[in-house]
T-cell receptor, first 115, second 111 residues
Framework: DTAVSQTPKYLVTQMGNDKSIKCEQNLGHDTMYWYKQDSKKFLKIMFSYNNKELIINETVPNRFSPKSPDKAHLNLHINSLELGDSAVYFC??????????????FGPGTRLTVL | DAKTTQPPSMDCAEGRAANLPCNHSTISGNEYVYWYRQIHSQGPQYIIHGLKNNETNEMASLIITEDRKSSTLILPHATLRDTAVYYCIVRVRGSNYKLTFGKGTLLTVNP
């Protein structure tokens, strides 16, 4: 069984388009994240949601809008895509921080290419 | 979260122990040391974490110096599948939710 899944795995699109990436976890975790890994391989946090509430927003352009319909899902919608948005986007989940053991489980990533 | 310093790359022969160092000289008393790795084209994977005692699990061992300013991740019998970028991260357990990744160490296990 896949713990953290993302769709699609690859996404190729034109500049200016709007696209969404979906993430689902079946681990029963309370907290979900979006990370971005750019072409230089730096992995950076973008957002974090805890029980459907936004708790981290790391200076991400407002063209990026995360949505958490329930605890098990955290989707990422990107408006007006730019060349610089090309990257691999990773979703992750963990148990509620503060409960102690908050290892993060990562999805397989979505490679977004903006042409 | 405290800053960490890792060598950019290391090589290891298959079947031998891989010892990956991490310097975290500014670590605070309530900060843990976490290790994750990222195999090419995959999401990061948790390996192990510790506070001040040495830790061991089915994947690796973590040795933390007595002054906690550095640590070593040990893969006892490296295999080709252990080739990956290994990240040492220091953070307060349960705090701030996010992981701050540095550049990590690219470990290449050679046949």
């Amino acid at each position: 069984d896949t713990a953290v899944s993302q769709t699609p795995k690859y996404l190729v699109t034109q500049m200016g388009n709007d696209k969404s990436i979906k993430c689902e976890q079946n681990l029963g975790h309370d907290t979900m994240y979006w990370y971005k890994q750019d072409s230089k391989k730096f992995l950076k946090i973008m957002f974090s949601y805890n029980n459907k509430e936004l708790i981290i927003n790391e200076t991400v352009p407002n063209r990026f809008s995360p949505k958490s319909p329930d605890k098990a899902h955290l989707n990422l919608h990107i408006n007006s895509l730019e060349l610089g948005d090309s990257a691999v986007y990773f979703c992750a989940s963990s148990q509620l921080a503060g409960s102690g053991y908050n290892e993060q489980f990562f999805g397989p990533g979505t490679r977004l290419t903006v042409l | 979260d405290a800053k960490t310093t890792q060598p950019p790359s290391m090589d290891c022969a298959e079947g031998r122990a891989a010892n990956l160092p991490c310097n975290h000289s500014t670590i605070s008393g309530n900060e843990y040391v976490y290790w994750y790795r990222q195999i090419h084209s995959q999401g990061p994977q948790y390996i192990i974490h510790g506070l001040k005692n040495n830790e061991t699990n089915e994947m690796a061992s973590l040795i933390i110096t007595e002054d906690r300013k550095s640590s070593t991740l040990i893969l006892p019998h490296a295999t080709l599948r252990d080739t990956a970028v290994y990240y040492c991260i220091v953070r307060v357990r349960g705090s701030n939710y996010k992981l701050t990744f540095g550049k990590g160490t690219l470990l290449t296990v050679n046949p």
